[in-house]
């Protein structure tokens, strides 16, 4: 079993700027690529940013040059940096992990979802 716990969700101001956490724990042999989603209500769930094993990432369009995602492989915590926010950029974030467990088969995780609400 594997769990992702995300944390810093909140309430903020436009151009504002939060920082979400999300840890992976449990049978956890190692951790390939990490992600964030976003889903607002009635819309699609998307890719807001990704970075590999290796530390390579990648950006959706409307993020790009204001948020930044980073990971700390001790702490099997993936980290997203959100600055100038929107009012657009509210939405439920989810931590997505790319895990392979002892048994050596690999796994999509997801964390529980954390609100951010972007409002003057």
């Known amino acids: 079993q594997v769990q992702l716990v995300e944390s810093g969700g909140g309430l903020v101001q436009p151009g504002g700027s939060l920082r979400l956490s999300c840890a992976a724990s449990g049978n956890i042999f190692s951790i390939n690529a990490m992600a964030w989603y976003r889903q607002a209500p009635g819309k699609e769930r998307d890719l807001v940013a990704s970075i590999t094993s290796g530390g390579m990432t990648t950006y959706a369009d409307s993020v790009q040059g204001r948020f930044t995602i980073s990971r700390d492989n001790t702490k099997n915590t993936v980290y997203l940096q959100m600055n100038s926010l929107k009012l657009e950029d509210t939405a439920v974030y989810y931590c997505?992990?790319?895990?392979?467990?002892?048994?050596?088969?690999?796994?999509?995780?997801w964390g529980q979802g954390t609100q951010v609400t972007v409002s003057s």
């Open positions: 997505n992990a790319q895990i392979e467990t002892w048994s050596r088969r690999t796994y999509d995780y």
